[in-house]
Nanobody, 122 residues
Framework: QAQLIESGGGLVHTGDSLRLSCAASRTFSNNAMGWFRQAPGKEREFVAGISWNGGGTTYADPVKGRFSISREYGKTTVYLQMNSLQPEDTAVYYC????????????????WGQGTQVTVSS
């Protein structure tokens, strides 16, 4: 069974940076992949998405200019570089893969990771 495994979360202070990684148990090299997050008491929300070859990226408005999603062409690891972290970025971050090759926000997710906690203290 295909799995996505996130790592890199932790406790940081306002203004710090973190890089999350998402490793796949099998190849997702032809799938668009993305990151979501869920804060306590809130619904899961989209953060960033990237197409299969890294050629197209999409970001949610709250993270534009601060977060960057990337992947190596042909590889199955996806990264989320998070800069200028704020307390409102505190959440469990989930990696996800879509059935399609180009990221489409709102499209069905085929596989979810188990999540990694990011906590930003003020």
């Amino acid at each position: 069974q295909a799995q996505l495994i996130e790592s890199g979360g932790g406790l940081v202070h306002t203004g710090d940076s973190l890089r999350l990684s998402c490793a796949a148990s099998r190849t997702f090299s032809n799938n668009a992949m993305g990151w979501f997050r869920q804060a306590p008491g809130k619904e899961r929300e989209f953060v960033a998405g990237i197409s299969w070859n890294g050629g197209g990226t999409t970001y949610a408005d709250p993270v534009k200019g601060r977060f960057s999603i990337s992947r190596e062409y042909g590889k199955t690891t996806v990264y989320l570089q998070m800069n200028s972290l704020q307390p409102e970025d505190t959440a469990v971050y989930y990696c996800a893969a879509q059935y399609s090759s180009a990221w489409r926000t709102g499209a069905r997710i085929s596989t979810w990771g188990q999540g990694t906690q990011v906590t930003v203290s003020s």
